[in-house]
Every structure is written in C-alpha cells, then in structure tokens.
C-alpha cells in the first residue's frame, strides 16, 4: 500500500483569520438583506459552520451535493447533481458557500443552474481558488486564498473520503 504524507498549506489559525475577514466582507455586502447560504457538499461543510457563526442569525442554510472527482485526484469534468436544494432560491439572495474552485467546472454548472431559478442575487464565497487550474475563470466575489495547483485535504477537503477532518489545509503527496 503507498503511504501519503500532507505537508501543511494553510494552518488552522490563518483559516480562522480569513473566514472572520470574509465574514465581515459578506455582512457588510449583504447589510440587512436575508440571505440563503447555498453550502456545497460535501467538502464545504467545515467552512460553512465557521463562516455560518460569524453571519447574522437571519441567514438560512440550505445544501447541495455535487460530484465530479469520485474517489481521484482530478475532475472527471462531468458534474452530477446528488442532492438539490430543499429551500427555493426564487427572489432570494443566495451565497454559494465552495470548498475550492479548481477546474472552475463545478461552480459554473451551479451558477448556471440556480439562475435559472431567478434569484434576487447570486454571489459565491471559496475558501481556496486555483486560478492555474481552471478551464476558464471562475466568478467568486469573495476568496478566501489563491492557491497553487495542487492536490490539497483536510477543513473539509478529502482523498478518498479521509483527511476531511483535519483542522489545516495540506497538500497531499503520494510517498
């Protein structure tokens, strides 16, 4: 069996730092407007709690599953929608809440899709963004780091369903 090593990115602390900045930015963006934090499954779960305790108690929270990397290193390119949303995003606005935005493939189907369901607005929030990775450049009002183009785990991000629990951002290499 071949062993990985994670050799840390991002600590905990610096991630704690940037989700209070982004947090103000998004507050002061919105203002008084309610909001529907649209959390994309299931990497984004960590950064949606810590962000969704630093936004007001208005917000609502819904969720969405995607998937286009199954158990690899790399998208398949083909996004497939596993669970939609329960709460209907018509005249609401909406924050896509993303993990990382790499290919750029899985926010451009969603952005596509739920303005399809006219809402009042729609903005997006990324922990990570991997500008050099991206098929074509993706709209994300709010990031929290640019990245370089590599395989990273941990706050939420897995390999084969491990290493989400990780409190940092590290990247992961193949021993």
């Known amino acids: 069996m071949i062993a ?4 840390i990115l991002l600590s905990a602390d610096a991630i704690q730092q940037r ?3 982004l947090a103000a930015e998004i507050r002061t963006d919105y203002g ?8 994309v499954l299931k990497g984004s779960f ?7 305790r630093r936004l007001p108690e208005s917000t609502q929270i819904d969720f969405v599953q995607v998937s286009s990397y199954a158990d690899q290193k790399s998208s398949s390119g083909v996004v497939q ?7 209907t995003v018509e005249g609401k606005h909406v924050l ?8 750029g493939l899985t926010l451009g189907h969603l952005r596509e899709l739920f303005a399809t369901r006219k809402p009042a607005s729609l903005r997006v929030v990324a922990l990570l963004n991997k500008p050099d990775a991206q098929a074509k450049p ?12 590599e395989f990273v785990v941990g706050y939420g991000l897995d390999y084969a369903e491990r290493y ?7 990247v992961l290499r193949s021993e």
């Open 4 to 7: 990985d090593r994670v050799d």
């Open 96 to 103: 896509i809440v993303e993990d990382i935005v790499d290919t």
């Open 32 to 39: 008084d407007n309610p909001f529907l934090m649209v959390v």
């Open 46 to 52: 960590i950064f949606a709690a810590d962000l969704a």
């Open 19 to 21: 989700i209070d900045q």
């Open 138 to 149: 993706a709209e994300i009002e709010y990031v929290g780091f640019q990245i370089p183009n």
């Open 81 to 87: 929608i596993r669970k939609d949303l329960d709460i």
């Open 164 to 170: 989400r629990n990780l409190p940092f951002v590290a």
